[in-house]
């Protein structure tokens, strides 16, 4: 039996601690087969072969957390409940002010300040004793479980005031804390709202009728008029206009689409009105595509994510410990008050809690995969995000990486006897889907109802070439590489192609089973952002190569107008693999970058595949690591200037929490600490990683900066 999926939104899921708390419960379920935990969008996937989903729901629900099936407008309506309820808080918030101004001015003391502070807790401070007492109960100690204690333990002693403020100023913070991850949250599901509920459809009689966007089929046509939304992805059939795909593919420039042209969803209209054939359905747009890819990457922890994860469960009742110490310790063996050590006990648990050291690295990972996507490029999980920052050796395909790939057939030199040769080798060439073919095909001037024959046994060899069946006869088209594999190249020929390549052309001989009989000289020119982004590399000291299949002269030729450190030609995909496993033996970290698809086994090898061109590439997306939704490869240092940006937040945020519990907690030994500097600390430390790591969320790279 097949597994199923079910996702819940759980907004008390914040922290690590109620991740554990769910991961105990679940686990022991039959029929639970996997967890997974997105705390800064607090969702919950379940893969599951459960007949009966309900004890799913159950069993959270007996944590005392809210287990809600994903459901956007649930979910919109039950955060507008969670942060938009500042009434209590603000009415909490006066009462701890009157308890502290009567206990200051000694107004019905002790009772009228205890009245007080009471009143304070209860209102602001429920949920927080809700959840600490589960905490405590499940045996996993969270800021909850820290809180109540510490707040508990200052009624007892008689601090009430302080107590009260505490309460209260836990509760404020906690809210804006929330409020200020929900706009880490919001920066990807923010993408959502690119695609129009409503779209425009020309129905068989003509009449345009206006329909919800889910409903609309493929084959369907739909009308875009200047300044709308694309809904959907297809080809425009009417028309021509201008597109802003900056949403998709982080360009800034719009595109000019003619009739024939791919448009896709989330994109818009620029100038005038086009007719639009579909070609996907909603849910399976390229938009949605980057969408369900960017949700899955903020489940995918890095490096230092599982490490701040491991550290806090350990950090947590190493605080409790040396808090129980210092509570009962001195008044033990050195005879101090009972009481001062409580106290500074009590602070210590405030201290002590991990959040702010936890919060820090989920927001800034997400921060990262939110600002990469505004460049028009996909991350697929925070372990590449932070790993692209120690890249220094770069594998480049050649074709339509660092050249165009507008490939264009300059050369037809015939050498066969036979009749009608170039007809022969463009059948073969239109068969196949190779750039190099294509580029034939294009060039050939020949209408091509006057070519007559077909192709039958059609087959294509890998790095090499293509043959099939013509009139009877097998013909093959392909490179140097394929006709020395059936000994049918000579001197003469290879003194031609020897000339063409040194030209910087990319040779493809048609030969049949006795001779050569054509030879075609196919171009390339190089990008002038290839050469901007390989010196771009090269300043930040990393080394490229380029890894291609066309012949090292060819490669030689574009390697030098590149600029790169080294390049290698005539390679097979298992040749490229070979090499990026060399590389990777010299202690270095590889990236392989490329098409998706000649280039997938390197891809996947490296330790960062980075498929260029992505936006309508299936392969691409399911091989690599890292997805360039277009074909700049400036993008390729961008990224990786983004991904050092983000771990020089990563290390200041852990810096940044670690420190101030590391003062605060010497001051409290000390005994200069008290519980409103507790609080403020604690808090403070989080709502400054949070705010430090959403500043990913405006980052340009140098370059941007100077344009």
């Known amino acids: 039996m097949m597994n199923k999926i079910k996702r819940y939104s759980i907004q008390e899921m914040d922290c690590p601690t109620e991740e554990a708390m769910i991961r105990n419960k679940l686990e022991k379920l039959d029929g639970v087969e996997s967890l997974g935990f997105n705390l800064i969008k607090r969702v919950l996937t379940v893969e599951h072969s459960l007949d009966d989903i309900g004890i799913l729901k159950y069993s959270i629900n007996e944590l005392g957390f809210d287990a809600i099936d994903l459901d956007d407008d649930i979910i919109e309506k039950k955060k507008q409940s969670i942060y938009r309820s500042w009434g209590p808080i603000i009415f909490a918030l006066l009462l701890a002010i009157l308890s502290e101004v009567s206990e200051i001015l000694e107004l019905f003391h002790p009772y009228l300040p205890a009245l007080l502070a009471l009143g304070a807790v209860i209102i602001s401070g429920v949920t927080t004793y809700k959840k600490g007492l589960l905490a405590i109960t499940s045996g996993n100690l969270n800021i909850n479980a820290l809180m109540s204690i510490a707040v508990t333990g200052a009624l007892i002693i008689g601090v009430w005031p302080e ?144 490490f701040v994860d491991k550290f806090a469960k350990y950090y947590t009742p190493i605080i409790m410990g040396i808090s129980l110490l210092i509570a009962i310790l001195p008044p033990i063996i050195l005879a101090e008050p009972w009481l001062v050590w409580i106290y500074r006990a009590l602070v210590l648990l405030i201290i002590g809690c991990p959040c702010a ?131 049918k190249s000579n001197a003469r020929l290879e003194e031609t192609v020897n000339k063409l390549e040194e030209e910087g052309k990319t040779v493809t001989i048609l030969f049949n089973d006795i001779e050569a009989l054509a030879i075609f000289g196919v171009s390339d020119t190089i990008k002038e952002s290839s050469r901007e982004a390989i010196s771009y590399l ?112 990563l290390v200041q945020n852990i810096v940044i929490a670690l420190g101030i519990k590391m003062i605060f907690l010497l001051l409290t030994i000390l005994g200069f600490g008290t519980m409103w500097m507790a609080v403020f600390a604690d808090m403070g430390a989080s709502l400054i990683v949070v705010f430090n790591g959403m500043r990913l969320l405006r980052w340009k790279s140098k370059k941007t900066r100077r344009e």
């Open 163 to 306: 107590a009260a403020m505490v309460m209260v100023l836990f509760t404020i913070s906690e809210k804006i804390e929330g409020l200020s991850l929900d706009k880490a949250r919001n920066a990807i599901s923010s993408l959502m709202n690119l695609s129009p509920n409503k779209t425009v459809v020309i129905q068989a009689d003509g009449v345009l009728l206006e329909v919800d966007s889910t409903v609309v089929e493929v084959g369907q046509v739909i009308r875009v008029r200047p300044g709308e939304l694309i809904s959907h992805d297809g080809l425009v059939c009417r028309g021509s206009s201008y597109i802003d795909q900056s949403a998709i593919t982080g360009e800034s420039t719009p595109v000019e689409k003619l009739i024939g042209a791919e448009v896709f969803a989330g994109t818009i209209n620029k100038n005038s009105e086009i007719d639009i054939e579909v070609t996907a359905d909603k849910s399976h747009s390229t938009l949605s595509r980057i969408i369900q890819l960017v949700e899955e990457a903020q489940s995918h922890r890095s490096v230092t994510q599982r």
């Open 357 to 487: 050291l936890v919060v820090s690295t989920p927001v800034t990972i997400v921060s990262g995969l939110a600002m990469a996507s505004r460049l028009g490029v996909i991350v697929k999980g925070g372990v590449y995000l932070e790993q692209a920052a120690k890249i220094d050796y770069i594998a480049l395909d050649k074709t339509g990486t660092i050249t165009k790939g507008d490939t264009a057939l300059v050369d037809q030199i015939v050498i066969g006897r036979e009749e009608n040769i170039l007809d022969i080798g463009i059948l073969l060439a239109r068969s196949s889907n190779h750039p190099i073919s294509q580029a034939i095909t294009r060039g050939y001037t020949k209408d091509f109802k006057e070519i007559e024959g077909e192709v039958s046994e059609f087959s294509a060899t890998p790095g090499m070439g293509v043959h099939g069946v013509i009139n009877g006869k097998t013909y093959y088209l392909g490179n140097q590489r394929f006709i020395e594999k059936y000994g």
């Open 538 to 649: 090269h300043k930040l000291g990393i080394k490229s190569t380029i890894l291609s299949g066309d012949n090292l002269r060819t490669v030689r030729y574009i390697g030098l107008q590149a600029g790169v450190d080294d390049y290698k030609g005539g390679l097979l995909p298992e040749d490229k693999t070979s090499i990026i496993n060399e590389l990777k033996q010299t202690n270095s970290v590889v990236a392989m970058t490329g098409d998706g698809i000649n280039d997938a086994p390197a891809l996947a090898n490296a330790h960062i595949g980075i498929a260029m061109g992505g936006i309508g590439t299936d392969i691409a997306i399911e091989t690599a690591d890292i997805i360039i939704m277009d074909d700049d490869i400036r993008k390729v240092p961008q990224l990786i200037l983004l991904s050092k940006k983000t771990r020089e937040i």
